[in-house]
C-alpha cells in the first residue's frame, strides 16, 4: 500500500502563498486517484480538490477554486497544492489522500500539516 506525507504547511499572513507538498511512498501514485482535504477546528473535513491519475483533469470546490491549484509529478511521486489568495479561513489541517478507484472512498491519508493565515 501506499504511505503519504504532507508538508510545507506553516504560517502565512492573509494574502499570502503555500504550497504544500505530498509525498508518496510504497507505491508509484500513478495508479491513485488523488485530492486534498482540510479539517477546521470544530469542523467536518472539508474536499478542496481533485486530480486524475495522469493529472490531465482536476476538481475543485467552490471555496478554493481560482485560488488553489492541485497538481502532481508522477515522476517524483509527489502531489501538490499551490495555495495562493490565502483567507483566514483557510486556516486549518491538510491532508492528502488516495485511491484506487473512482467509485471507492479515498482509502489512503497522510498525517496532515498545519495551515495558520493570520489576518
Known amino acids: 500500500q501506499v504511505q503519504l506525507v504532507e508538508s510545507g504547511g506553516g504560517s502565512v499572513q492573509a494574502g499570502g502563498s503555500l504550497r504544500l507538498s505530498c509525498a508518496a511512498s510504497g507505491r508509484p501514485i500513478s495508479v491513485y486517484r488523488m485530492a486534498w482535504f482540510r479539517q477546521a477546528p470544530g469542523k467536518e473535513r472539508e474536499f478542496l480538490a481533485s486530480i486524475t491519475l495522469s493529472g490531465g483533469n482536476t476538481n475543485y470546490a467552490d471555496s478554493v477554486k481560482g485560488r488553489f491549484t492541485i497538481s502532481r509529478d508522477n515522476a517524483k511521486n509527489t502531489m501538490y497544492l499551490q495555495m495562493s489568495s490565502l483567507k483566514a479561513e483557510d486556516t486549518a489541517v491538510y491532508y492528502c489522500?488516495?485511491?484506487?478507484?473512482?467509485?471507492?472512498?479515498?482509502?489512503?491519508w497522510g498525517q496532515g500539516t498545519q495551515v495558520i493565515v493570520s489576518s
Open positions: 489522500a488516495a485511491r484506487r478507484s473512482l467509485y471507492s472512498n479515498y482509502e489512503y
